[in-house]
């Protein structure tokens, strides 16, 4: 899925959970949405707000308490204007390749949950997961197993992005609390074909 508001529109219309987007920092010191590094060469954090399409900037809020934000923070160190961007939003999960971005937070004793994202294997992710202060966890999902939900007991396994069916299948199978996917709608319609609640979150 697209990060533009209107693909989070369109999926939420199309039944989804929620759904996932990627923060970063401009030089002005405005947050906005972008996935991508670099701008025609350029690294995104070095550009300025007037740089980038309207679109992207200062525009979720009001995605606020409708259905559940995973908001990928690309890059650390911008603890506090983070805070006063989206402290008070609510249904919100924060998350981040930067796991020391996610223990910064979780010190802070914020008021919303933390994910950790992941790309490969961490050794002992329970432990690891727990001295982080994550709740939540976003691995890559070839890398998910049975025995990593059960291990993980209490924190939400949400992997990214399983896009066909069989996935989706072998994932709940095993436990997981549902999924980032980048065809929103196909996942909501297996969803309600199964008989029982698959409880996916696309």
């Known amino acids: 899925m697209e ?5 989070f529109e369109e999926a939420l219309r199309a039944g989804a959970d929620g759904f996932e987007t990627d923060l970063r920092l401009l030089a002005d010191n405005v947050a906005v949405l972008f996935h991508d ?7 995104v954090e070095s550009l300025r ?3 980038l399409p309207a679109e992207r900037v200062r525009a979720l809020e009001r995605f606020s308490g409708i259905g559940t934000m995973i908001l990928e923070v690309k890059l650390g160190g911008w603890e506090n204007v983070l805070l006063e961007e989206i402290g008070a939003w609510s249904n919100i999960v924060v998350a981040s390749f930067d796991h020391a971005l996610i223990a910064s937070l979780a010190g802070r004793d914020v008021a919303f949950p933390l994910g950790l994202t992941i790309s490969g ?6 432990r690891y997961a727990k001295k982080l202060g994550a709740t939540w966890v976003f691995p890559d999902y070839h890398h998910v197993s049975a025995d990593m939900v059960r291990a993980l007991d209490g924190v ?3 992997p990214w992005t399983p896009n066909h069916p069989h996935d989706w299948q072998r994932l709940y199978d095993e436990g997981c609390a549902g999924v980032i996917t980048d065809v929103p709608e196909e996942a909501v319609k297996w969803r309600s074909g199964k008989t029982e609640d698959a409880g996916l979150r696309t």
């Open 3 to 7: 990060n533009t508001l209107q693909s």
């Open 37 to 43: 590094d670099e701008v025609n060469g350029k690294p």
């Open 49 to 51: 707000s007037d740089e």
């Open 121 to 126: 294997v961490i050794y002992d992710l329970p």
């Open 156 to 158: 939400k396994v949400v």
